[in-house]
């Protein structure tokens, strides 16, 4: 009799030990999603400005330049105001603090995408400047390349936010 007692009281002990690790493991899950969503939101917060910049300049850039006549006009849009533009837009963006660290492989490929625009961006001035037409070609495949590096930032981001159920909405 002791020991069918001391059988149900220890099988009794092991179903309320997993149970506690099973509440253990669904409150850790809920902390770790909850955590993820307000490391997501943070980061959309300081980004998404710094991103719309970046927009903003290049459609800027794409109107005045690129639809001038006048090399020269062109050049002097481009220095005076969307390489300036472009080098805040690199500060700002490497001055962005991640601070939900799955989010770092993502924030390095938008740091490295702003990097390549202001790259190409340069080379068109200098394009413009020494009417050099294989220099504005050299910046078009910059700026295609630029391309491909923001898709593979804005990949990085969909798979973290896939991977802990965040629904974020990508504009294009």
Not at 41 to 59: D, F, H, K, M, R
Not at 77 to 84: G, S, Y
Not at 101 to 110: A, F, T, W
């Amino acid at each position: 009799m002791k020991i069918l007692r001391r059988s149900l009281l220890l099988v009794s002990l092991l179903v309320v030990g997993s149970v506690l690790t099973a509440c253990s493991d669904i409150v850790n899950k809920i902390s770790e999603q909850a955590e993820a969503e307000e490391g997501i939101l943070a980061y959309l917060e300081v980004s998404n400005p710094v991103i719309e910049s970046g927009v903003a300049t290049e459609i800027e850039a794409d109107e005045f330049v690129f639809g001038a006549e006048d090399m020269e006009q062109a050049h002097a849009f481009l220095v005076k105001t969307t390489i300036p533009a472009l080098e805040k837009l690199v500060k700002d963006t490497e001055s962005i603090v991640v601070t939900f660290e799955p989010l770092q492989p993502s924030h390095d490929k938008l740091i490295e995408a702003n990097k390549k625009l202001l790259e190409a961006y340069s080379t068109y001035a200098d394009g413009f400047y020494n009417e050099d037409e294989s220099l504005l070609e050299e910046a078009d495949l910059l700026y295609d390349e630029y391309g491909v590096i923001f898709d593979e930032h804005e990949v990085l981001f969909t798979e973290v936010t896939d991977e802990y159920n965040v629904d974020v909405e990508i504009e294009e």
